[in-house]
């Protein structure tokens, strides 16, 4: 009597639908239950099962294992693949590399597991569980895993390219075991005065920039134009170590001939400058060198050695308070200008108020402000020198005609 | 032995045919549940061409939504510090933690999305006139907040996307006069997006702006029952002529005005063509509704399946990802934004206010004010693209076009630097740390 729907008229949307959501769901819970650790762990098993290692088959984990670090606010999942990191499963010889255990080198003692985890010194994504994600091969991940072929593309080995997690704690020393190629960039970063010109932990000169976290800067900010191979915030270091001019158009810095050792050296400690907090016990004894050279600016300057005659002693202010940086004496001019024949040039009472403050001195000279423009608006730097290192370096550059 | 098969059959189908009409209209009547549903609905009403089923989908989608944002709350912690690592758990080692955040993005973008579509259909086929009109401004509502939600739940993930994304769309927001900045402050609580931001949209993500979908849609839904149901029974709807009411029957459900002569508003909207075109509306819309529920399902874990939410670098305020994009469907207004900023030699005029505020503000009252202004016949209710309205249609697609084109162009062709490319031209490669 009343025309209805016939009631079977949905009966095969509805029969697929629910067919096709069944399969979803099979999927999901396929995808959920096969992770790849879980079939790393199975290999593994089966791999002892085959050496006829039962005991330590048995003791192979099938869970997502991880290293906990309340401390660095992380957790390192790598061992629920490397299950067997600390050879508390097997001990075996000659074991697939993803089964071996850590080999034991000399600094595991101080740097257990426990308090370490992987990813400090390794790089990668602690979090991740998979394989990709967890060496960090992927995209939005900065840390990647620090593997040989990794280095190989830089030229260095995979414990030198490791070494810019080393510093992260060990930043304050001025050489530590085992951190070679960075132990030479601190010793060049000293020995250049790199801080007469670059801030530094809140001291350092004002010409340049801050180098304090130097590792977190945005690669996309560099001029990458100049650079050669890969657009890599390291390999732009590298070259622009090598040539700064090169890389910077007119850059300030100067050209210190590094070779390329050196210059990966340098640009390893820059990568290592990061922003990265730890707590208090992760700060390892800082390893000083006794100070051998006074740190020169914003300190009260050493007064020059007492030996050897004035000019001399110019000598040794000129080499070792950062004039040298920016000037020659003869050769033409640097950063700034030629100095051969300064004295004639200028009258000696002039050149000792300009070493004394040349900020006062340019701001209260129209023509000395327009030959500064030549150098690029840079203003030498107020080096700290007392009365008596002013009058010996004006006593070092008397010896120059010009 | 063959009954007993047959009887085992029917237990293990759970299969239910109503005896009678009025077993059917009982069991909608007194299931909490299915009440709200009309006992009987026109078979018009049906119809997969005429609605597109659009809003029962996204009342799906909105209860995807619910379950797995429900589930992901245990998860989930609303910390600068913590709410990137506990996403990264969920992703990682939570038990079906992918899934469910997976899902809930999906839904959430088809959510907006459907609404949308859900908008353009109404509007295509004049469902708003005359008394739907209440019913049209409650659902300009409701896409507000679908809106509002999703760009809440875009910042809980605290990396490096949600960060800038709502960076972009907080700053289009002080770009309105005079109160501008202090909708700012008072949404992020601060100046900057920080712990008080994070806060305040996890609170308005899970509670405040549900709450009020969920009491707007279950008056948007009685709406629809109070307004003679769907437009598209409109030309049967007007009211019966005197001679043709009928006595009442007994054993129907009709309400108070059963007992007298006449029909009632309920009776008219429940069916008003009569028994002889209406479908019980229990097994029939059940079924579909089953149907339906069951297709966005599996939808949503397919689309969860093959593309998973994308989760970046924790976020860091000091750097700008290039290009920093508002959500996809701010960026039709992201684009105006960047065509209407003028640059003349040092002098820069932000095309915040334009292009930010005042075209879609326009657009927004435009919408809301037309029910009250459309002077196209009633007639035309109920109809896709009838002739009658073929202008308004026009550019009211013409808009809908323009918006979804500017979105494309927002999502596919905006690179680096703001550049556009092609969606197959590669983008350019930007410097990595190693």
Known sequence: MHRSFAPNRDFWPLLVASIASL???????????????????????????????????????????????????????????????????????????????????????????????????????????????????????????????????????????????????????????????????????????????????GGGGLGSSDLTYDGDNNPELLPFSAVEGEKTALNWQIQHFESPQKIVERSGMPNYRLNEEQAKALSLLMLSWRRISFPPQYVPAARKRPPAIQPVVREVPAPPPATGAPAEQGRYVFENRGCNTCHRVGGGPLIGPDLAGVTQRRDERWLATWLKDPAAVVAKDEKLQ????????????????????????????????G | MRTRLTRLWRWLTWTWSPASEREASTAIVENLWLHWFPAKVDEESFGWRYSFWLGAISAFLFLILTVTGILLMFFYVPSTDKAYWSIKDIDCVVGFGWLLRNQHRWAAHLMVLVVFLHMLRVFFTGAYRAQRAVNWLVGLVLLLLTLLLSFTGYLLPWDQLAFWAVTVGTNIAKEVPVFGESIRFVLLGGTEIGQSALVRFYVLHV???????????????????????????????????????TPPVEGKTYSLFGVTPGTSLETRAARPQGDGVAAASSPHLLRRLILVFLAVFTVTIILSLISGAPLEEAANPSLTPNPAKA?????????????????YKQLTISGGLVGGILIPGVLLVAAAAWPFLDRTPLSTIGRWFPRERRAQNA?????????????????????????????WQAWPELPRRL
């Open chain 1, 23 to 201: 399969i979803a769901v099979l999927v999901v819970a396929y995808r959920e239950y096969t992770p790849e650790w879980h079939r790393q762990q199975e290999a593994f098993r089966r791999y002892l099962r085959t050496r006829g290692a039962f005991a330590a088959a048995a003791a192979v984990p099938d869970n997502v294992e991880q290293i906990w670090l309340p401390a660095l606010d992380r957790v390192d999942r790598c061992i629920s693949c490397h299950v067997n990191y600390d050879g508390s499963i097997s001990t075996l010889p000659d074991l697939p590399p993803l089964y071996r255990p850590h080999p034991d080198l000399p600094y595991m003692a101080k740097h257990p597991f426990p308090t370490f985890g992987c990813t400090s010194c390794h790089g990668g994504q602690g979090y991740a569980t998979d394989e990709a994600g967890a060496h960090g091969l992927v995209k939005h991940w900065d840390d990647p895993l620090l593997t040989t072929a990794l280095a190989a593309q830089y030229g260095l080995a995979r414990a030198q390219l490791m070494e810019i997690k080393c510093n992260t704690c060990h930043r304050p020393d001025d050489t530590t075991p085992g951190m070679d190629l960075i132990n030479m960039g601190k010793e060049i970063f000293a020995k250049k005065r790199c801080v007469s010109c670059h801030g530094l932990e």
């Open chain 2, 395 to 423: 550019v009211f697609a013409l808009i809908a076009i323009a918006i979804a084109v500017l979105v494309l162009i927002g999502v596919l062709m905006r690179g680096p630097y703001w550049q556009l490319y092609w969606p």
């Open chain 2, 327 to 343: 959500p996809w469907y701010f960026l039709w207004l992201q684009e105006l934004l960047a065509v209407t900023t003028i640059r």
């Open chain 1, 370 to 401: 327009t030959w500064t423009h030549e150098f690029g608006d840079i203003i030498m730097p107020d080096q700290n020198l007392n009365d008596e290192e002013i009058k010996a370096l004006i006593a070092y550059m008397r010896q120059f005609p």
């Open chain 2, 207 to 245: 509670v405040v702006l549900p709450a009020a979908v969920l009491v707007l849609f279950a008056y948007h839904m009685w709406r629809v029952r109070r307004d003679g149901g769907l437009a598209v029974t409109d030309p049967a709807a007007a009211p019966l002529p005197v001679a043709s009411q």
